[in-house]
């Protein structure tokens, strides 16, 4: 009868098993990597013109003598910097569109995984790699050149393989 007592204590009210606190933890941080995913889409489509206006400036400050090397390095080659900021005002109504749809599918994968549901998994990894092929169609491959690109892919691998390995958690399909 014991044992019964604490099977029962396991589940809530819904019958429903609780949240790992693993998963607990990634999809409040991905909420919040959400919430920041848009504001910098949004913040890029309103900022563009003004970006792609102030190209020459930049560059003149990213070959200044007085720019520290290290800087350089985490920015990257200014030519590259100068076709991303080119192709994004060229094409930023397409990119925040389908940025607004990767958030989209992420924020609605975090809430099927809280959920306890597999296909939330599905939805989070699409609307991670969006983002990605969005880029590489829209702006082109040295759109992933520079130590910052660098950190962004790395972060989002491996938010992707903890969900992965969360997903024994997701027991509803």
């Known amino acids: 009868m014991n044992q019964d007592n604490t099977n029962n204590t396991l589940y809530n009210e819904h019958n429903k098993p609780p949240l790992s606190s693993g998963l607990n933890v ?20 309103i900022n563009a013109k003004k970006s792609y206006d102030s190209i020459d400036k930049l560059t003149e400050q990213m070959n200044s003598v007085n720019m520290p090397g290290w800087t350089k390095v985490l920015i990257g080659d ?32 975090v809430l099927q995984m809280r959920n306890l549901k597999k296909q939330g998994f599905r939805f989070y990894t699409i609307g991670q790699l969006l983002p990605f ?25 491996l938010f992707i393989i903890l969900y992965a390995l969360q997903r024994k958690y997701l027991i509803y399909t």
């Open 26 to 45: 990634l999809t409040i941080l991905s909420f919040i990597g959400c919430a920041i995913q848009l504001i910098s889409s949004v913040w890029g489509f």
């Open 78 to 109: 200014p030519e590259n910097i100068v076709k991303v900021l080119t192709k994004s005002y060229e094409n930023k109504i397409p990119i925040f569109v389908l940025s607004l749809i990767a958030v989209g599918f992420c924020f609605y994968g």
């Open 133 to 157: 092929l969005t880029q590489g169609l829209f702006i082109g491959a040295f759109a992933f050149l520079g130590f910052t690109m660098y950190f962004v892919i790395a972060l989002t691998l």
